[in-house]
């Protein structure tokens, strides 16, 4: 488990400035305590962004792309990203569980059938294969589907 706090403080451009590009979390699960007066999260559907709500001392629980690969798609990770504020800085704090580098994942097998075929092959350090796909624009679910 690792945690981050994030702190975006105001920008004068945010139609120029993201807080965070567009991306998906490689964790397992991520677990994001928002800032409970300015909004910032994004989620995308269908192509258009929408706002996450602010809801004060809520948890907002993601399911990361690891485990998408284990429920073999069944899953979703979302993609989102965080927009910056002109007026009033951010504060968040996001935990990430996610197996051991050194752990292989890949589908569970009884998710894999003759309707659902396997999507995903096994891997080891997820994080540098995310790492490695996030610095060159990649779409990391893409570069480990079968």
């Not at 994001?32 to 300015?38: A, G, H």
């Not at 993601?62 to 979302?78: A, E």
């Not at 998710?111 to 096994?122: V, W």
């Amino acid at each position: 488990m690792q945690t981050r706090f994030n702190f975006y403080p105001p920008c004068s451009r945010p139609d120029l400035v993201h807080g965070v590009k567009p991306h998906t979390d490689r964790s397992g699960i991520t677990i994001l305590l928002q800032d409970k007066e300015v909004e910032g999260l994004q989620i995308v559907v269908d192509g258009n962004w929408y706002r996450v709500p602010v809801i004060p001392h809520a948890l907002v629980v993601n399911l990361g792309d690891q485990m998408q690969i284990m429920s073999n798609g069944i899953y979703k990770s979302p993609m989102h990203r965080v927009v910056t504020n002109t007026e009033k800085l951010r504060i968040s704090v996001a935990s990430f569980i996610e197996p051991d580098p050194d752990n292989e994942i890949g589908p569970v097998e009884h998710l894999i059938d003759e309707q659902r075929p396997r999507l995903y092959r096994n891997v080891k350090n997820y994080g540098i294969i995310n790492y490695e796909c996030y610095q060159k624009g990649l779409v990391v679910l893409e570069t480990v589907q079968v």
